[in-house]
């Protein structure tokens, strides 16, 4: 199967540091995205793991371990522009989990 | 810098009725995809196309066609428009396969009567 689970919300302050979670059945696993969605536009590319480990981009960083099934994206020095939906999505067939909508607040 | 165009960006339909949602893109890439999101569901593959001439199902190909017949354009068409079909709709293309970044259409948000 290819469930991939989130948590639906989150919330945040500015300045803070979160992480998201999110798991997916290992069976035909490729790699794994995030996408950062914010409300009423269009998803956009954050990150892309295969390998096991971290990949830090600037304020964002993304975790995988794949013997898991689990991913995190890690934000830090939180931003109000930081607030949006973020999606992980299996690569095989880019199956996409429901998001997690984030709120930071000041 | 269009990147991937969508079009309409809003539309209004009755039950019944056909239309054809369009999607080019600028970049040479080979994949395109067609996806919907419905609150609390996520993102849906409806189909997608690794080429022009080949198109295949993603999650939830009912009520949809598309075809391929040139690398920039792969449209969705609606043969007979229902409710459940009320939904914003994303279009997506990436130079190679399911390990390649997409680059989403701006949308198209759906409303069936």
């Known amino acids: 199967g290819q469930n991939i689970d989130q948590p639906t919300e989150m919330t945040a302050t500015e300045g803070a540091i979160v992480q998201i979670n999110c798991t997916y059945q290992?069976?035909?696993?490729?790699?794994l995205f995030w996408y950062q969605q914010h409300a009423g536009e269009a998803p956009t590319f954050l990150s892309y793991?295969?390998?096991?480990g971290l990949e830090e981009k600037g304020r964002f960083s993304s975790f995988l371990s794949r013997s898991k099934g689990y991913s995190y994206l890690l934000l830090k020095e939180l931003q109000m522009k930081d607030s949006a939906s973020y999606l992980c999505?299996?690569?095989?067939?880019?199956?996409f989990g429901t998001g997690t909508r984030l709120q930071v607040f000041p | 810098n269009a990147g991937v165009t969508q079009t309409p960006k809003f539309q209004v339909l009755k039950t019944g009725q056909s239309m054809t949602l369009q999607c080019a893109q600028d970049?040479?890439?080979?994949?395109m995809s067609w996806y919907r999101q419905d609150p609390g569901m996520g993102l849906r593959l409806i189909h997608y196309s690794v080429g022009a001439g080949i198109t295949d199902q993603g999650e939830v190909p009912n009520g949809y066609n598309v075809s391929r017949s040139t690398t920039e354009d792969f449209p969705l068409r609606l043969l007979s428009a229902a409710p459940s079909q009320t939904s914003v709709y994303f279009c997506?293309?990436?130079?190679?396969?399911?390990?390649?970044?997409?680059?989403f259409g701006s949308g198209t948000q759906l409303s069936v009567l």
């Open positions: 970049m040479n890439h080979e994949y």
């Open positions: 997506a293309s990436s130079s190679g396969g399911w390990g390649e970044k997409l680059f």
């Open positions: 793991n295969v390998l096991d």
């Open positions: 999505a299996n690569t095989d067939k880019l199956i």
């Open positions: 290992t069976s035909g696993f490729n790699g």
